[in-house]
């Protein structure tokens, strides 16, 4: 997804990818599984996660709960992490490396070149 600049915002503004499982494709620290059904459930378990702990809050949801709103298995979930700090962890790490990029590439446009300091 490429950056963009909003011209009537007072200092711009970057359209941002709101969806947890794209910001694990920027995150270097992750890897995303080879199988389509892996990626599925992992996709399920990243979108679960993120929901459930901004709805209930982290120290209120459960693994359990996680496993139980992706529709996958408990040990699928442990495949992929120990616990849900680990879960947590992969997300605002490829939270960051999405608005790294993002900032990035607004950095860099041609926009953004071409300004003057002042």
Same mark, same amino acid.
């Given at each position: 997804?490429?950056a963009?600049?909003?011209?009537d915002?007072?200092i711009? !503004?970057?359209?941002f990818?709101?969806?947890p &499982?794209?910001? /694990?494709d920027?995150? !270097?620290?992750f @890897? %995303?599984p080879?199988q389509?059904?892996s990626?599925? !459930?992992?996709?399920?378990?990243?979108?679960s +996660?993120?929901?459930?702990?901004?709805? %209930?809050?982290?120290?209120?949801?459960?693994i359990?709960?996680? &496993?139980?709103d @992706?529709?996958v298995?408990?040990?699928?979930?442990? %495949?992929?992490f &120990?616990?849900?700090e680990?879960? /947590?962890?992969a997300i605002?790490? +490829?939270? $960051?490396?999405c608005?790294?990029s993002?900032?990035?590439?607004?950095?860099?446009? @041609?926009? @953004?070149?071409?300004?003057?300091? $002042?």
């Amino acid at each position: 997804m490429a950056a963009t600049r909003n011209l009537d915002a007072p200092i711009g !503004a970057i359209t941002f990818e709101t969806d947890p &499982v794209r910001w /694990l494709d920027r995150c !270097a620290a992750f @890897a %995303q599984p080879q199988q389509k059904r892996s990626r599925e !459930a992992l996709e399920r378990i990243i979108r679960s +996660g993120t929901r459930l702990f901004a709805a %209930q809050g982290f120290e209120a949801t459960r693994i359990a709960d996680i &496993v139980e709103d @992706a529709g996958v298995p408990t040990g699928t979930f442990y %495949q992929r992490f &120990v616990d849900k700090e680990a879960l /947590l962890d992969a997300i605002i790490a +490829g939270y $960051r490396a999405c608005r790294m990029s993002e900032i990035r590439s607004l950095c860099t446009s @041609a926009d @953004a070149l071409a300004a003057s300091p $002042r």
